[in-house]
């Protein structure tokens, strides 16, 4: 059966697959459009295969509270403009979801989840993602919160994904809550702390700081031409006040809170917790930044282009 460029249009249009995989689709199945699909869908895992080892250091960062349990994940792809596409946000939402639903441990049984509403599992509907979108995707990571209060936050369109997670005693005005847990994620979005507070920084992290601020001290002290005993005494007391500097950087309850930094963080939730008769412990965060710490591949945009018209 002979077809059209018209009918190579059109499977493109129902499958989302590049024009030549969508002709070759039809010259396997003699221009029968439902045999072409079908050609498509069964060559799907064989083209994700091929694409597997792409960089995927785009995509979104997306937080969610799904029946009272707070998500936060993190889904790559390969370009910006892939991240964008209506059909890959659905695919993230259901990742997040099916997160919420199944409680994985880790990464390797949340691709074995049902994908909710389908009867296929994560890595099945990754996979076919991969087919129609055309580009290598993949689920990077997530975080749970089954417990407490959770606010969810995302920042410029999925770049960075929070989720703030409080507990609240006495408070009835939980919509009160809901927008300073807001505030607190705008802020963990913006400062990046990497603690909650000064007791949350690992022995070794403090160690390794305390030595670094040691060390300049010290070396600051010799430049002033100091002995070296005293240089060191001096030292060992200005420390005290950069590690306090540290945690004010590094710690969320430390950090100036950014609409009124007079106060801290930690400051301004007693505030409020007062103000509406009651308690609010801020008891854990997630910050999430798409393509953290991947390194991406770097294209000669100019000699692409110059490969393609040769």
Not at 303 to 309: G, L, P, Q
């Amino acid at each position: 059966m002979a077809f059209t460029a018209q009918d190579v249009k059109q499977l493109r249009e129902v499958t989302g697959v590049g024009m030549m995989d969508c002709k070759r689709a039809l010259s396997e199945s003699d221009g029968d459009m439902e045999k072409a699909v079908a050609y498509l869908r069964e060559h799907g895992l064989a083209a994700a295969q091929k694409k597997a080892g792409r960089i995927t250091a785009e995509g979104v960062a997306y937080a969610d509270v799904l029946g009272g349990i707070g998500v936060v994940v993190e889904v790559n792809s390969e370009t910006d403009f892939v991240a964008k596409n209506e059909m890959f946000i659905d695919f993230v939402k259901g990742v997040a979801e099916a997160v919420a639903i199944n409680a994985p441990a880790d990464n390797d049984a949340l691709m074995s989840c049902t994908f909710p509403g389908l009867n296929r599992t994560v890595a099945e509907q990754q996979q076919e993602m991969i087919l129609v979108i055309g580009e290598n995707i993949s689920v990077r990571r997530f975080i749970r919160y089954p417990d407490g209060l959770s606010i969810p936050y995302v920042h410029a369109g999925g770049k960075i994904g929070v989720i703030v997670n409080v507990e609240t005693a006495g408070i009835s005005d939980m919509d009160a809550v809901t927008e300073l847990g807001k505030d607190i994620a705008m802020q963990i979005a913006a400062m990046r702390p990497l603690y909650l507070d000064a007791a949350s920084v690992g022995a070794d992290d403090l160690e390794k700081e305390t030595e670094i601020q040691l060390n300049k001290a010290i070396e600051e002290n010799k430049a002033k031409n100091l002995p070296d005993e005293k240089a060191r005494q001096i030292a060992e007391k200005m420390v005290k006040g950069r590690i306090n500097k540290f945690y004010e950087e590094v710690c969320l309850l430390n950090q100036p809170f950014v609409k009124e930094n007079q106060i801290t963080v930690g400051k301004h939730v007693e505030q409020v917790a007062k103000a509406l008769g009651g308690s609010i412990a801020v008891k854990a965060f997630t910050r999430f930044e798409k393509g953290e710490g991947i390194e991406k591949k770097q294209d000669d945009f100019a000699a692409e282009v110059a490969s393609m018209v040769k």
